[in-house]
């Protein structure tokens, strides 16, 4: 509620007209609130883009009087305006996003809004003392009782049940919230003693409290597996490395859910990402695989629209492996191709269509033997895609001239080559388009541009490069940060290895070490070497602890010799290896697809060096 309600008024008023099965308009009462406009259900079942009649407007207009607003009102025709609605009306209550309006939704559309929704801070009504009085029946008692006055107490009070019914502990009261305290209030089932048993909350793993920023393996993959099953976008996905990406959705979920922002997992994290993240207590056939789901493919549950990183690229190269098409290849964005690859792979074998990965999907996908015919899908570091920053060709030619007659200033024109100007521009369609602003052109901006995905071309230095040996001793971890912000409105050139002060870094390729940097009062790098190749591209290692004895400017070294140890010299908070790509000696490119193509985190031992 926006306005403060005199608590001697009576109950809001809710009003349902119901005229041949299809709704009137919504009613604006005295009071200054608006009626639910009721609707049949099997009037708007099966409703879907291109539908038009008085059953579209019906069911726009109780999209609209439930909050949902529908751009260009209920005008009778379904189109993507009424399908935005539709999924957003979806999300609130907890329902997977479908194309059709399913039988769940028809129903959850059709079902009165209880008058205790939308209440929120600062209201004072008879709904808020219902509220109060619902909250101290399961056991959640606000200070100060049911006194109609929705305060701090009232706030925690309900933060403290969302959070022990695992949904969002947003302090308001969403129609997913006034469903559970509907439910919770009715007679609790009795315990052993004989006493009613209250809403407990999820249990936890206290082996994830007090993971920070630097911090990698299993416990840091199983974290992030919490903060993506909560819905929250996670750059890399579950890639095991607590980095700044990491941290920040962290502090993002601190926030939102009213606890202590440390970026850091504190028992309170943990409690309130346990509650938020669906799990299942379902034990029916419909929900729990016959089978575990295989450790190699456990990586993959909880995936969903907008994850990226590795775990992506797996998910997509299985989906092709058994001849699923994903538009795009294993780029490892999880965009609407994707969504719609993992879609039709559920439907196909019968699984309800969510386009998230659950257990059930990802042992399906296990399980499934793959076509004799299917061709060998890419590799991690697939060079499918749109252009990327560096690359000189057609493909980046193509980008450019869509910018350019979508309206948006390319400096330079449709030059081919992927620099500064480019990724500028790519900002300037991504910022007025509403997209996620990165700079690199991923599934959405691409579709928004109109633009198909190529494989970059032979010479194109992404497609060149390639390294012989990882260049840190296991176990590490890292993430994609390619043009990460940093201090003095810098880009992140390279990818951060993140390793054990100490560990042995190794060099990637045959080549002569051709610059060495000693740490200094003030330098960025700190300790650095520059490993320099015949075509004069070359790799920049930084924040070396120490430099290996022999490493000096003019050595040769071959792929795998040990050239210095992990650090944290220079501009660095916690020991890792920065590290860049720079083809034929030009400008950096993004090293994470190449460094990813042989991921050595997991190799402890030293590599064989060739005599």
Partial sequence: ??????????????????????????????????????VSVSAVQGLTTGSSGEAVTALQEALISRGIAVKGGADGHFGPMTLSALHQFQRSVGLPETSVVDEATAVAIGTEVSPMTGLRYGAISAEVKALQEALIAVGFPPKGGADGE??????????????????????????????????????????????????????????????????WG???????????????????????????????????FQNANGLAVTGTSTDETIVALSAAAPVSSDTSASTVPAVAVPEEFSKLVGLR?????????????????????????????FGPATDNAVKAFQT???????????????????????????????????????GVYGETSERVAALQRALIDHGINVRGGADGEFGSATSAAVIAFQKREGLQVTGVVNDATANALGLNSS?????????????????????????????AARSGGRLHVGVDIIAATGKY???????????????????LSGNAITLSQADGTYFFYAHLDTIAEGIEVGATVKAGQIIGTVGMTGNAGTPHLHFEVHPNGGAAVNPYPIVKAIDGCAMTEPPVVAQ
């Fill in 505 to 523: 870094l190794y060099a990637v390729a045959d080549g002569t070490i051709s610059k060495v940097y000693v740490d200094k009062p003030g330098s």
């Fill in 305 to 333: 629209p907008g994850a990226l990183g590795d775990s992506v690229a797996a998910l997509q190269r299985r989906l092709l492996d058994l001849g699923i098409t994903v538009r795009g290849g294993a780029d490892g964005i």
């Fill in 455 to 483: 494989v970059a071309p032979a010479d194109s230095p992404v497609a060149t490069v390639s390294l012989a040996v990882f260049p840190v001793q296991g176990m590490c971890g890292f993430s994609d940060t390619w043009h």
């Fill in 150 to 215: 929705f305060g701090r107490a009232t706030e925690s009070a309900l933060k403290a049940f969302q959070s022990s019914v695992g949904i969002a502990a947003t302090g308001s009261v969403d129609e997913v919230t006034a469903g559970h305290l509907a439910g919770a209030v009715s007679p609790a089932p009795a315990s052993s003693n004989g006493t009613p048993s209250s809403v407990q909350p999820a249990a936890i793993d206290s082996s994830l409290v007090g993971l920070k920023y630097g911090d």
């Fill in 218 to 252: 299993q416990k840091v993959t199983k974290l992030q597996k919490l903060i993506l099953a909560t819905g929250a976008a996670l750059k890399g996905g579950a890639d095991g490395s607590f980095g700044r990406v990491t941290e920040a959705a962290l502090r993002e």
């Fill in 1 to 38: 509620m926006n306005s403060r309600i005199s608590p001697r008024l009576p109950r809001r008023l809710t009003a349902k007209i119901l005229i041949s099965g299809f709704a009137v308009s919504p009613i604006v009462m005295s009071m200054g609130t608006t009626a639910q406009a009721a």
């Fill in 348 to 386: 196909a074998r019968g699984l309800e269509a969510t386009g998230i990965v659950d257990d059930t999907t990802a042992t399906q996908l296990a399980s499934d033997a793959a076509p004799a015919s299917t061709a060998p899908s890419p590799a991690v570091g697939s060079t499918v895609g749109y």
